[in-house]
């Protein structure tokens, strides 16, 4: 699975390519759909970002260049003058490309510091169960169990070691979250050992009333919607996006540092942009909003209704 996020400068859009599978190791994913599609045509679809589109010269002339400008300016506040963007606004610019060609890295396995043998996704809870295991120590606790040559890996997601911990995806005390990147513990031999894992829960968007598709098109029509002047990122979130969301998160733990939640959904992103940019330049909401909105580069994005902010 090959990708290209970031490809040329001005001119380009840059796209993913479609590519045959997960480069992870995968637990659960095996028959697992959702809405229909599996989790290798997820991962293979396009997820398109328009950074390298943006002008950073004079006022574009072509909408799709001023489309660009604006939507890189809603989620990096990269700034703009008549005479284009200063030295500043470039070097943000240029950060947010750094991060997309990470991104793609991760997704193509050669993002240094993350040995895609060991980093693991897993396809909600399919796959794990509650029980001990060597190096357990006797507790039960959630975990998979992977054979690769003979051997057996017992693959444990940290936030969930414990044996008063829920099952994942329906954990009722935490937090809900629709996707989680986590530390997954690997046991061999009873020994342990420590790797990136991530772990999806589409449906926990559906129980908290948001909308969510599988994939978006290139090109996709977005319209406004309950009397919104424009049309909303909001009402087109993908699991494509989730995973270029979680892939933030594994860029920061593959250099050593933690990129926290800061901001989610369009309106708080584009707050913490105008706010914070160099917050808004390591939240992973910020890309994801970002990507999706360059799946429709003729769209007039913008915020819905103030009773509708989120």
Request: net charge neutral.
């Amino acid at each position: 699975m090959k990708a290209t996020l970031i490809r040329g400068f001005v001119s380009s859009l840059a796209l993913w390519e479609c590519h045959a599978a997960v480069t992870w190791t995968t637990i659960g994913c095996e028959s697992w759909t959702f809405d229909g599609t599996s989790i290798d045509a997820i991962w293979a679809k396009n997820a398109q970002s328009q950074i390298d589109a943006v002008p950073t010269g004079p006022i574009p002339i072509g909408e799709n260049e001023r489309r660009a400008r604006a939507n890189v300016n809603f989620m990096f506040d990269v700034g703009s003058s008549i005479t284009g963007i200063d030295s500043a606004g470039k070097q943000a610019l240029q950060n947010a490309k750094t991060m997309y060609a990470n991104i793609e890295r991760g997704l193509i396995g050669t993002l240094t510091g993350v040995d895609v043998d060991n980093a693991f996704l897993f396809c909600e809870d399919k796959g794990l169960k509650e029980n001990d295991f060597p190096g357990s120590s006797g507790a039960k606790i959630w975990h998979a169990e992977v054979v690769n040559g003979g051997v057996i890996k017992y693959i444990v997601p940290a936030y969930a070691s414990f044996a008063s911990s829920e099952r994942p995806c329906h954990e009722t005390q935490l937090p809900k979250y629709e996707a989680k990147t986590f530390t997954a513990t690997q046991y061999i031999n009873e020994q342990p050992s420590s790797f990136v894992g991530i772990i999806l829960c589409p449906e926990r968007y559906k129980e908290n009333k948001i909308t969510v598709v599988p994939t978006l098109d290139q090109g996709f029509t977005a319209t406004p919607s309950n009397g919104n002047k424009f049309a909303s990122p909001n009402d087109y979130i993908s699991l494509v996006g989730t995973l270029v969301h979680e892939m933030v998160h594994v860029v920061g733990r593959s250099q050593g540092t933690t990129y926290t939640d800061q901001a989610y959904a369009f309106n708080k992103c584009f707050e913490l942009g105008k706010s914070n940019q160099a917050a808004a330049l390591i939240n992973p909401e910020n890309y994801r909003v970002f990507a999706e909105m360059s799946m429709s580069p003729k769209t007039k994005w913008g915020p819905k209704n103030p009773k509708e902010n989120s």
